[in-house]
């Protein structure tokens, strides 16, 4: 597609209940970040694909927190027991390449997902 | 590990004045590179400059400027001429040109253009 898509933009869900956000990188980006935006935070790192394994899925906060991708292409994080802290802007981002030698291609960013634990 | 510090939470100025958004980094690496994003209250992270570790020059996008002092491992944003659509989160962020790297983000600096 023309850019990152995510989906659904916003979501509201009741404390421990599963949740699962969608991420569709621009095509043939081989690269993707999942971030976390708290409300006047700065992003937060979740996990990182290069294609479809993860080489650094180091900021994922819990065992609740898990991600895939397949294809080399759609990716989804799920959130199982979602609980209020859970709440806050998910962002995804892709880019051409995600190894050191291509340091300047930078991330597009989707619009992100906003959830709201309540 | 790298680490991006923004000093700045909020910064204030006039329309068509300049303005400096601070950033400071921490790394051990020699290969890097610096990022702006501007995130406008839509929420979209917008790509607005990068500096490589290695070049010489500052990087220029138009209105905006990095001033890049590997020194003292500062990359400060200098927007001219500021517009009151530059209104905006303004993220400094850090990627190591070193195996499978990741972009770190500082916690932003909130800029507001009065008329």
């Known amino acids: 597609g023309a850019g990152v898509s995510q989906s659904p933009s916003n979501k509201v869900t009741e404390k421990g209940k599963d949740v699962e956000l969608r991420c569709d990188p621009i095509s043939g980006h081989t690269a993707l970040y999942w971030y976390r935006q708290s409300l006047g935070q700065g992003l937060e790192f979740l996990i990182y694909f290069q294609g479809n394994s993860a080489p650094d899925k180091s900021g994922l906060p819990s065992d609740r927190f898990s991600a895939e991708r397949t294809g080399g292409s759609v990716s989804t994080l799920t959130i199982q027991r979602t609980q209020q802290e859970d709440s806050a802007v998910y962002l995804c981002?892709?880019?051409?390449?995600?190894?050191?030698?291509?340091?300047?291609?930078?991330?597009?960013f989707g619009s992100g997902t906003r959830l709201t634990v309540v | 590990a790298q680490k991006i510090t923004q000093t700045q939470p909020g910064m204030f100025v006039q329309e068509k004045e300049a303005v400096t958004l601070d950033c400071t980094y921490d790394t051990s690496d020699q290969s890097y590179g610096l990022f702006w994003y501007k995130q406008p209250s839509s929420g979209e992270m917008i790509f607005l400059i990068y500096?490589?570790?290695?070049?010489?020059q500052n990087a220029t996008e138009g209105r905006y400027s990095l001033n890049f002092q590997k020194a003292r491992k500062s990359a400060n944003l200098v927007i001219s001429a500021s517009q009151l659509g530059d209104s905006a989160m303004y993220f400094c962020a850090m990627r190591m040109n070193s195996g499978y790297s990741t972009l770190t983000f500082g916690k932003g600096t909130m800029l507001l253009v009065s008329p």
């Open positions: 500096q490589g570790s290695y070049d010489e």
């Open positions: 981002a892709s880019s051409a390449v995600g190894t050191g030698a291509s340091i300047f291609y930078g991330y597009t």
